[in-house]
């Protein structure tokens, strides 16, 4: 089974407005973190923002949130206020275990690519 | 930030050529660092965890006498694909965690390097 599952190959989203990028995970460790990158069209991976299995509350960091349902295993990324620079491959990705437990392995989902019309 | 230094960015050999790519850490210790490959439009699939010191760690299915890594330092660790053939053309892009921070770090990844095997 797939560790971390991105439903959306694709996505379109009118400059301006919101969008939400799926990502649901699997583990059965209770210790986890789920991560989002950007990846545009040059190739560099960007790191967006962070959540912890512990963490109570949904992160966020700047444009960006998490909307984090961990009953549900999904972590899904908001971008609020899409900007054409927005237009990049999507990536969710989940490193499983402590510090104690792991080497810090991600597990990357297979990407959504977002494109912001103007 | 962190900056994690790649090179060379691209480069066109011919087959049967063994290629060196160096992934520097400029302004942090890292004690592990990470080898990935990754295809035209898809995502990024661990090769390897390079440890300071220490042997690589390789992940099932990545042939270790054909991506030697050496991780010398704790600011570099270079991959080199011996005697390259038309099939290992890919983008490879590594990452490194900053040696000593918390687990909701996240990899700090190179620009990448895109391989051709003419």
């Known amino acids: 089974a797939q560790k971390i599952t991105q439903t959306q190959p694709g996505m379109f989203v009118q400059e301006k407005e919101a969008v939400t990028l799926d990502c649901t995970y699997d583990t059965s460790d209770p210790s986890y973190g789920l991560f989002w990158y950007k990846q545009p069209s040059s190739g560099e991976m960007i790191f967006l923002i962070y959540?912890?299995?512990?963490?109570?509350q949904n992160a966020t960091e700047g444009r960006y949130s998490l909307n984090f349902q961990k009953a549900r295993k999904s972590a899904n990324l908001v971008i609020s206020a899409s900007q054409l620079g927005d237009s990049a491959m999507y990536f969710c990705?989940?490193?499983?275990?402590?510090?104690?437990?792991?080497?810090?392995?991600?597990?990357f989902g297979k990407g959504t690519l977002l494109t912001v019309n103007p | 930030g962190a900056v994690v230094s790649q090179h060379p960015s691209r480069v066109i050999c011919k087959s049967g050529t063994s290629v060196k790519i160096e992934c520097r850490s400029l302004d942090f210790q890292a004690t592990t660092m990470f080898w990935y490959r990754q295809f035209p439009k898809q995502s990024l699939m661990l090769m390897a965890t390079s440890n300071e010191g220490s042997k690589a760690t390789y992940e099932q299915g990545v042939e270790k006498d054909k991506f030697l890594i050496n991780h010398a330092s704790l600011t570099l660790s270079t991959l080199t694909v011996t005697s390259a053939h038309p099939e290992d053309s890919s983008f490879y892009i590594c990452s490194a965690r900053e040696w000593g921070r918390g687990t909701n770090q996240p990899q700090h990844f190179g620009d990448g390097t895109r391989l051709s095997i003419l």
């Open positions: 990705a989940m490193r499983e275990g402590d510090s104690g437990g792991s080497n810090y392995k991600l597990t």
């Open positions: 959540q912890g299995s512990y963490d109570q």
